[in-house]
């Protein structure tokens, strides 16, 4: 007994068996890396004088590619999402819908016009919008509208 004492206490003790978790971490944040490029982020820059109205009925896109936004303001006036651009008629509206769908189509996306008219703008607004993107090729129509 004294001999298994004397064996014990003369032996160095065994390392625990420990995991290394740096490479862990690392292929953590590798991924997350991974992910975050190659997500599409897609913003709708929203034009502040334009107060879209309130439909109780209304669904939440869940696919947001492929749209060409115009903001249709309450006085009559149109402008792309590039908010310092005027559209001034259906022609002009016609030639943003034409290159933005043509950009779209070289990435195999199917354009979609996202209209964004003012609550007391009047239909007819929007009708010569819609006429615009159709003579451009653009036949999906979305128009936003507040949620409650």
Same mark, same amino acid.
């Given at each position: 007994m004294a001999s298994s004492k004397l064996r014990d206490a003369s032996t160095e003790p065994e390392p625990e068996c420990a995991l290394d978790m740096s490479p862990m971490i690392d292929m953590v944040f590798l991924l997350l890396i991974f992910f975050i490029v190659?997500?599409?982020?897609?913003?709708?820059?929203? %034009?502040?004088?334009?107060?879209?109205?309130?439909?109780?009925?209304?669904?939440?896109?869940? %696919?947001?590619?492929?749209?060409?936004v115009i903001n249709i303001r309450n006085d009559g006036t149109y402008r792309g999402e590039e908010l310092n651009v005027i559209l001034a008629d259906?022609?002009?509206?016609?030639?943003?819908?034409?290159?933005?769908?043509?950009?779209?189509?070289?990435?195999?996306?199917?354009?979609?016009?996202?209209?964004?008219? %003012?609550?007391?703008?009047?239909?007819?607004?929007?009708?010569?919008?819609?006429?615009?993107?159709?003579?451009?090729?653009?036949?999906?129509v979305v128009f936003g509208v507040l949620v409650r």
């Open positions: 190659n997500c599409t982020a897609i913003i709708v820059k929203t %034009d502040p004088k334009v107060k879209p109205p309130i439909a109780a009925n209304s669904k939440r896109q869940e %696919d947001g590619s492929g749209r060409i259906e022609d002009d509206i016609y030639d943003l819908v034409k290159t933005q769908r043509e950009n779209q189509q070289a990435l195999g996306v199917t354009s979609k016009l996202h209209l964004r008219g %003012d609550k007391d703008a009047v239909f007819k607004y929007c009708r010569t919008a819609i006429r615009g993107a159709a003579r451009a090729g653009v036949d999906q």
